[in-house]
């Protein structure tokens, strides 16, 4: 497969979390499968790996159940995360814009770009302005 822009994807996770170490070999596989890299994040010990995986806090406790925890994987285009250990396919659907709303992917139905979100834009800024859109509950 050609190289694959995975630019939009972002891991975080912590240097010595068991649950992170177990997801490195099917990272290293999904790159090597797709001929890209993730952007991985180490939020334990570094502040400002910290701070950005602040700016996609919603989206991640969504994905956790209530809480922001690593592992987590985000999809800047989609706003959509994945928490936990997940199977290579699950990352997979991630990737392509699967729709992974609860910690579940489900392939057949994309998302669509987060609102305002264009090539090169500040996708980060526009999964605020998402994320603090008025609730209807």
Same mark, same amino acid.
């Given at each position: ?25 099917? %990272?290293?596989?999904?790159? #090597? ?14 502040? /400002? ?9 919603? %989206? ?15 999809? #800047? ?17 991630? %990737? /392509? ?20 979100? #264009?090539?090169?834009?500040? #996708? ?14």
């Amino acid at each position: 497969m050609a190289n694959q822009d995975l630019s939009h994807i972002i891991e975080f996770y912590g240097e010595t979390c068991p649950h992170c170490l177990s997801m490195k070999p099917t %990272i290293r596989e999904l790159e #090597t499968e797709l001929d890209g890299e993730i952007t991985k994040l180490e939020v334990w010990n570094h502040e /400002e790996n910290k701070a950005t995986m602040k700016k996609y806090e919603s %989206i991640i406790s969504e994905a956790c159940g209530g809480f922001a925890a690593v592992p987590s994987f985000v999809n #800047t285009l989609t706003g959509q995360a994945l928490c936990g250990e997940h199977e290579k396919q699950d990352l997979k659907f991630l %990737i /392509e814009g699967g729709d992974c709303t609860g910690n579940k992917c489900m392939p057949h139905t994309p998302m669509h770009a987060a609102p305002n979100a #264009t090539a090169g834009a500040d #996708t980060a800024a526009a999964l605020e302005a998402k994320t603090e859109e008025p609730s209807n509950g």
